[in-house]
């Protein structure tokens, strides 16, 4: 069993930076894929990025890509997501996700676990 709490939302300007931060329980977290998803009012919740256990493989959606960055310690059992140049349209609710056996990074029905989500919201 994991359970993951999302914090580092928040309100900010466009061209901004807001750092998210997905804190994990479970002795082995660090074998989980985790990924990052968003909702915006009225639309689907897409994907944003992926990080594999071993930090080596990252996977961003094109409309993040160069603007986000997503890293782990797994030593703190901890998924951080970087977001820089903020856009208007980056505004959502961002839910970190969690899953053992995950081949296909952006479909979220891959995910076995999800946190509460953290509001970001981005002020043009």
């Known amino acids: 069993q994991v359970q993951l709490v999302e914090s580092g939302g928040g309100l900010v300007q466009a061209g901004g930076s807001l750092r998210l931060s997905c804190a994990a329980s479970?002795?082995?977290?660090?074998?989980?894929?985790v990924g990052w998803f968003r909702q915006a009012p009225g639309k689907e919740r897409e994907f944003v990025s992926s990080?594999?256990?071993?930090?080596?493989?990252?996977y961003y959606a094109d409309s993040v890509k160069g603007r986000f960055t997503i890293s782990r310690e797994n030593a703190k059992n901890t998924v951080y997501l970087q977001m820089n140049s903020l856009k208007p349209e980056d505004t959502a609710v961002y839910y970190c996700?969690?899953?053992?056996?995950?081949?296909?990074?952006?479909?979220?029905?891959?995910?076995?676990?999800w946190g509460q989500g953290t509001q970001v919201t981005v002020s043009s």
């Open positions: 479970g002795r082995t977290f660090s074998l989980y894929t």
């Open positions: 996700a969690a899953g053992r056996t995950v081949y296909r990074d952006s479909f979220s029905g891959e995910y076995d676990y």
């Open positions: 990080i594999r256990w071993s930090s080596v493989n990252t």
